[in-house]
Nanobody
Framework: QVQLVESGGGLVQAGGSLRLSCAASGRTFNTYGVGWFRQAPGKEREFVAAISWGGGTTNYADSVKGRFTISRDNTKNTVYLQMNSLKPPDTALYYC????????????????WGQGTQVTVSS
């Protein structure tokens, strides 16, 4: 069992930055990956970014490439999402999730989810 806790959300003006953190506890594996997802009211949950815990390989949604950066600190069991040049459409509840990372495929199924942290971007 893996527990994930997000933090770092808040209210920011358009063009600003936030750094989200996802702290993991419990049983973790080097073969796992951690992804960030977001969901706005009335919209479906969408993938944002993911990183492999062992190798640091990253994947990004096209909508955030060049603006968001996912990283991890293995010593702290924490994954970060640095969000720059934020836009109002980035407003959503952001979740982190973990699952098995398969080489060449990424995470196919996310088995563990955090509670979410709210990000609101004003114009």
């Amino acid at each position: 069992q893996v527990q994930l806790v997000e933090s770092g959300g808040g209210l920011v003006q358009a063009g600003g930055s936030l750094r989200l953190s996802c702290a993991a506890s419990g049983r973790t594996f080097n073969t796992y990956g951690v992804g960030w997802f977001r969901q706005a009211p009335g919209k479906e949950r969408e993938f944002v970014a993911a990183i492999s815990w062992g190798g640091g390989t990253t994947n990004y949604a096209d909508s955030v490439k060049g603006r968001f950066t996912i990283s991890r600190d293995n010593t702290k069991n924490t994954v970060y999402l640095q969000m720059n040049s934020l836009k109002p459409p980035d407003t959503a509840l952001y979740y982190c999730a973990a699952g098995r990372w398969l080489p060449g495929q990424g995470v196919q199924e996310y088995d563990y989810w955090g509670q979410g942290t709210q990000v609101t971007v004003s114009s």
